[in-house]
């Protein structure tokens, strides 16, 4: 017996529809959905993605990025594909860094000089609608680097055609809880199958993204 050797497996955002579609009973196999629904469906599966990204899935979002600090300047608005960041490390040299002690708005404010300038201690992460901002204390006087561990967005659908930004092995369980949410949105019942396939299926997903272990320690 010969295998195909291939270990890929990519879907796109119409290939996910026609199935959703078709696995909902909303359309009939073998026949192919208008534009209009297979954009509606689309929608669905943006705002699925979107909901996911604050539930804290990091397998595959993790990313590490130069960022520039201009003297004397508060705040960096950070790239636009930056969801929040974990750590910094200010570039003291081209080999050498050093972390930033995180620090949350509160502690950020009630700094009692905000311009001060000198050598970065600590950095605050203001995450507004459209943006995420970073502020360094002491601020830098001479343009600088820092190093950031940042968890990025997830893309969105912006054409059909387009596979989805999720590791390979969810594309059944995305596609099973889209089919659901889709029957939902389109008046029709959920079919009993996939109302328990998409529970287990996403219990199972957010069990991959959990630590294999977990330390206690005491409250303080």
């Known amino acids: 017996?010969?295998?195909?050797?291939?270990?890929?497996?990519?879907?796109?955002?119409?290939?996910?529809?026609?199935?959703?579609?078709?696995?909902?009973?909303?359309?009939?196999?073998?026949?192919?959905?208008?534009?209009?629904?297979?954009?509606?469906?689309?929608?669905?599966?943006?705002?699925?993605?979107?909901?996911?990204?604050?539930?804290?899935?990091?397998?595959?979002?993790?990313?590490?990025?130069e960022v520039d600090i201009t003297a004397n300047i508060n705040p960096t608005t950070l790239a636009s594909d930056v969801y929040d960041v974990a750590a910094v490390r200010f570039q003291t040299t081209a080999t050498l860094e050093r972390p930033l002690t995180p620090f949350d708005r509160d502690q950020y404010k009630i700094l009692p000089n905000k311009t001060q300038t000198g050598n970065p201690s600590i950095f605050y992460i203001d995450r507004q609608r459209d943006q995420v901002d970073l502020y360094v204390w002491p601020v830098p006087s001479a343009n600088s680097k820092v190093n950031i561990d940042y968890l990025r967005k997830i893309e969105v659908v912006t054409d059909a055609t387009q596979t989805l930004d999720i590791p390979q092995d969810w594309q059944g369980g995305v596609l099973t809880i889209l089919t659901k949410r889709v029957c939902t949105a389109f008046g029709y019942p959920v079919p009993d199958e996939i109302a328990a396939r998409a529970a287990v299926l996403e219990f199972e997903i957010d069990a991959q993204d959990r630590p294999s272990s977990y330390f206690m320690g005491p409250y303080n």
């Open 1 to 65: 017996m010969t295998t195909s050797g291939v270990y890929t497996l990519s879907f796109t955002a119409r290939d996910m529809a026609y199935k959703a579609l078709r696995d909902g009973q909303i359309i009939a196999a073998g026949t192919d959905p208008t534009a209009v629904e297979v954009q509606d469906v689309i929608d669905e599966l943006n705002l699925l993605l979107k909901e996911w990204e604050t539930r804290g899935y990091t397998l595959w979002r993790q990313e590490t990025a």
